[in-house]
């Protein structure tokens, strides 16, 4: 990498070569070192504020391969191209699955360039990154450049090396960034420590190093470790690029988000509130709700004169951890979304006295309130509704969370007929699970509107939201459920899907078209394999006919229900024979 091009990776990274924050502090170099072109890419970004808390500091190392005629420009694409890239996926996304997205379309877009022909012709770069966030550093790797880690005076390779010797001096490649269409990256999570030494170097040092001059050059170089390593490998006759990234762990703090998460852990839970009662700032005027897991408080913010809802938990449930873990996702989880289908979470007051949620107030009823006063509404009205409950999970989708609980109860109409999805206590997602807030074991939502997977035990997914909002939608239409209702304790079981049939809902009302019924079967299907995959398809089939649903209504009865046709051949061999001994 020229100089020049390496100051631009710098100043894509955010941070100058040598950097210096409170828990970390980097060094880098890069040099064509005995070469004419410097084929490597090196850069390091220790962001602050909001982006360290939410994606962490990075250190990075791309070696373009020599063979391939544009490794050098592959490897400067994968370091831009990451950096810029990595920074800007969602927040819920964990550091692993967000770096696995990144590098598969990099990966894509390498191999495209090169035409997917011979090597000589591609674009082909190895590709090694330690991203610190919290307490953690997680390890990305492809290549034979190499990730190293020195503590308490022993310096271990946390990577291996993606290549095969073929003889004496001679080696390949087996991985590479744009070397195939689908790429395996090799993913690791280590726990930091205070004193620890991250190196990052590409095999133009590596090579030419052994481990105790690199030992040695990381514990006594300081910030010029870097550069010293660079110089030590040229010294040795290194004939290759030379790159290396060097990350010192000062103290290991999580970020502020996270100590505020830390902090809320510990928060005792509010006493029963009555109103004219003051807690915090906000003076509560009635309760609006409660039951055996929370209660919801009406209340005005003092200060800004706001009508506000709080949300406490019960006590009933002070000494459960996985409780407290759930109801603290849900305000870490509303806090990153934005859209008028959600309900807007507040952030709370950092020196707030006591665990709770802080609300925006809607003036409206839930649904189920709202379906209560309108038993029969049209079919338009229900296609206007489900619109407006798909923009909202297709929030959620984007941000990769499951919404968990969609029912009733958990949707509020305005005044002004905006509908808003709530509670979001029932959410999952993979940034809640890499915070630890929540366990791997998810909890079904109501009986009636949960997905059948989950009392399998298997993991949420988008389409247990579709499968409840089918319900919904067949509700709205009928004042029925799709299925036989579940009743019984939480623990419900189901010993297959089989074990769920479908009730048309032409049954309830003779003005349901056919070909609704029919996409609604399909939102709600038992087996998530046959529901739709994407939320797009069921609004597109409320509002015109799919034409497989057209053709299944002029099919004869025996293919579109054999059950009912063999039912009812029954029913009729058994009036014949009465009407015979008659």
């Avoid at 925006?360 to 206007?384: F, I, K, T």
């Avoid at 579709?466 to 319900?471: K, P």
């Amino acid at each position: 990498m020229s100089p020049e091009s390496e100051t631009v990776a710098r100043r894509l990274a955010g941070e100058p070569a040598a950097g210096r924050g409170d828990a970390l502090a980097f060094c880098s170099a890069s040099t064509a070192g005995r070469r004419r072109h410097n084929d490597d890419a090196c850069a390091i970004c220790n962001p602050h504020d909001t982006e360290l808390y939410r994606r962490g500091a990075l250190a990075a190392v791309a070696d373009g391969v020599a063979s391939a005629e544009a490794g050098g420009e592959a490897a400067r694409a994968a370091i831009s191209g990451f950096l810029s890239d990595y920074y800007s996926t969602p927040e819920t996304w964990s550091v692993k699955q967000a770096a696995a997205r990144v590098l598969h379309s990099l990966n894509s877009w390498l191999y495209r360039q090169g035409g997917g022909g011979e090597i000589r012709q591609s674009w082909l770069t190895t590709f090694s990154a330690a991203i610190f966030k919290g307490s953690s550093a997680h390890l990305i790797h492809i290549g034979d450049s190499r990730i190293y880690r020195w503590r308490d005076g022993r310096l271990e390779c946390l990577t291996r090396d993606h290549s095969r010797t073929l003889g004496p001096g001679r080696t390949f490649l087996s991985r590479a960034l744009g070397m195939d269409a689908h790429v395996e990256v090799d993913y690791r999570c280590e726990a930091l420590r205070p004193g620890d030494i991250y190196l990052i170097c590409s095999d133009g040092v590596h090579d030419y190093l052994p481990p105790e001059m690199i030992t040695d050059i990381l514990t006594d170089s300081g910030d010029a470790a870097a550069q010293a390593l660079v110089d030590a490998a040229m010294s040795c006759a290194s004939t290759d690029n030379l790159s290396a990234a060097v990350c010192r762990v000062q103290s290991v703090a999580m970020p502020s988000d996270d100590d505020l998460l830390n902090h809320n852990r510990h928060l005792p839970f509010p006493p029963d509130l009555s109103p004219g009662n003051r807690m915090d700032g906000y003076l509560i005027l009635q309760e609006l709700h409660a039951s055996s897991r929370s209660q919801l408080y009406l209340a005005r913010d003092m200060e800004t004169d706001e009508l506000r809802v709080l949300k406490t938990p019960s006590i009933n449930f002070c000494d459960d951890p996985a409780y407290i873990e759930r109801f603290i996702a849900e305000e870490w989880t509303g806090r990153r979304l934005d859209h008028p289908g959600i309900i807007k979470i507040f952030p709370p007051d950092p020196k707030r006295q006591f665990l709770y949620h802080v609300f925006e107030y809607v003036d409206g009823q839930n649904l189920r309130q709202w379906m209560q006063l309108h038993p029969a509404p049209s079919v338009q009205q229900v296609r206007e509704m489900i619109g407006q409950l798909v923009s909202g999970l297709r929030r959620l989708q984007r941000m990769e969370i499951v919404h968990g609980d969609l029912k009733p109860e958990n949707i509020m109409v305005g005044a002004d007929g905006r509908l808003k999805l709530i509670d979001l206590g029932g959410a999952d997602g993979p940034g809640l699970r890499e915070r630890q807030l929540l366990s791997h074991d998810a909890p079904p939502g109501s009986k009636n509107y949960a997905a059948p997977e989950y009392f399998f035990g298997d993991s949420p997914s988008h389409r247990a939201d579709i499968f409840s909002l089918g319900v919904i939608a067949y509700e709205l239409l009928t004042g029925h459920y799709p299925y036989r209702e579940r009743f019984g304790s939480r623990h419900y079981q189901l010993k297959s899907y089989a074990g769920l049939r479908y009730v048309s809902a032409c049954q309830y009302r003779d003005d349901i078209p056919d070909w609704i019924d029919a996409a609604l079967q399909k939102a709600c299907a038992p087996d998530p394999r046959n529901r739709y995959p994407a939320l797009s398809e069921f609004v597109r089939d409320l509002q015109t006919p799919r034409p497989e649903f057209l053709r299944r209504h002029q099919q004869p009865m025996m293919e579109r229900n054999p059950l009912l046709f063999w039912q009812l051949v029954a029913l009729l061999l058994l009036l014949s024979h009465l009407l015979h001994f008659l």
